[in-house]
């Protein structure tokens, strides 16, 4: 698969073409809200602090559609639809204000029985990441212990974290090209890094939505 030139809003948007973004959830009553930051430049640490805010996220709950806005203020920079009503196959479709598609995210129904596996693919249907646990062993231990009550605290201690591979057909097929990893702690704050996807092959707002729907869409 041989890459096409990138002339839309992610090539010239400065938002959209850095490569590490730190991702915080905030607590609010009624919504799952997220603030996007790139990393601070110079930053190469695997913690980094947060620099420029790209977007905030507000997710409404117990929506029967599933969307997720990404926003700059009040102006709308693109959003996460579910495919379906009552989404059940993990199948989102990532859009303009405009409705152009920018990509779309699937869970691998099978391979997520033990180890959580996405797979990205851009606007023109090509599959172009594959985003997996990092650990398999982790993955196993956190599925058994989420079935004993009240163990969210324990469970926010154990390591958390996937690997973004590049997709079939592309020059670095297979390859590890970045990668998304919650810090230990009690709050929800994730490192996003695709500092080894030179191509670009991932859109970047792409990668914030999946950032963002690992932690909202998914029991962890």
Request: net charge positive; proline share 4%; charged share 25%.
């Amino acid at each position: 698969m041989t890459t096409p030139a990138r002339t839309d809003v992610a090539s010239t948007d400065s938002r959209f073409t850095a490569d590490h973004y730190v991702v915080r959830q905030k607590i609010r009553p009624m919504v799952n809200r997220y603030e996007i930051c790139e990393a601070k430049a110079g930053d190469t640490s695997a913690k980094p602090e947060s620099g420029a805010q790209v977007a905030l996220v507000n997710q409404k709950r117990l929506k029967l559609r599933e969307q997720i806005v990404f926003k700059d203020g009040d102006t709308t920079l693109f959003q996460l639809t579910a495919k379906k009503v009552l989404e059940l196959r993990g199948s989102y479709e990532l859009t303009t204000p405009d409705g152009a598609s920018i990509g779309s995210l699937k869970k691998a129904g099978k391979a997520s029985i033990l180890r959580s596996t996405w797979l990205l693919r851009d606007a023109a249907g090509s599959e172009v990441a594959t985003i997996q646990e990092a650990s398999k062993a982790f993955a196993i231990i956190r599925r058994f212990l989420s079935f004993i009550p009240y163990i969210d605290f324990v469970l926010a201690f154990i390591p958390y974290g996937f690997e973004v591979l590049a997709g079939p057909g592309t020059p670095q097929e297979g390859k590890k090209i970045g990668s998304h990893t919650r810090r230990l702690g009690l709050r929800d704050v994730y490192d996003l890094n695709l500092a080894g996807d030179t191509a670009h092959l991932v859109d970047r707002r792409l990668a914030m939505a999946l950032a963002v729907a690992l932690d909202a869409l998914q029991r962890r």
